[in-house]
Each structure stands twice: as structure tokens, then as C-alpha cells.
């Protein structure tokens, strides 16, 4: 599957706020996409309470991985904005 690796734009990470837009997103679009940290097991990125497992602080690297590539860009440029302004 085609993944991308980007930093967490978010001031304070992706807490809520930031992973509920990724999530809606995520829904709104169909598609299967994941997000991982390095050396982590990915999670389903159409669910805010998983995004927030992934405990991705403010600089974090975060793999987008879909299948859909409007998906991945979609999720690759929220992941990468300040979510909390």
C-alpha cells in the first residue's frame, strides 16, 4: 500500500480536536487509511479514539498509509497542519 511519512502540524499533537477532523475525513472519503509511528502497529485512521492511541506529540512522525491516493494526500496535508488554530 502507497504510505507517506509527515510531522504532526498540531501545536499540542493529535488529541482530540485534530484526530476527529482526520477522522470525519477519513469517514467522508471511504477509503481505508491507517497512521502509524515508527516501530508501532498501525490504526484505523476514521477513528479519533485510535488516532489519539497513537500518543503523536507536536513533531512526531506519523505514517499515512491508503490504497486511495485522495485519500492518503487528504490525510497526509490535515496531519500536517495546525488543526488547533
Known amino acids: 500500500m502507497p504510505s507517506k511519512t509527515v ?6 499533537g493529535l488529541h482530540a480536536r485534530p484526530a476527529a477532523i482526520i477522522a ?3 469517514a467522508a472519503s471511504g477509503a481505508e487509511v491507517t497512521l ?3 516501530g508501532g ?6 477513528s479519533a479514539l485510535m488516532i489519539m492511541t ?3 506529540g507536536n513533531a512526531a512522525q506519523v505514517t499515512v498509509t491508503s490504497d486511495d491516493e485522495a485519500a492518503l494526500n487528504t490525510v497526509v496535508e490535515l496531519v500536517q497542519k495546525d488543526l488547533d488554530a
Open 54 to 56: 497513537l500518543g503523536a
Open 24 to 26: 470525519e475525513a477519513v
Open 7 to 12: 510531522i504532526v502540524g498540531s501545536a499540542v
Open 36 to 38: 502509524s509511528m515508527d
Open 41 to 46: 502497529e498501525p490504526v484505523d485512521a476514521g
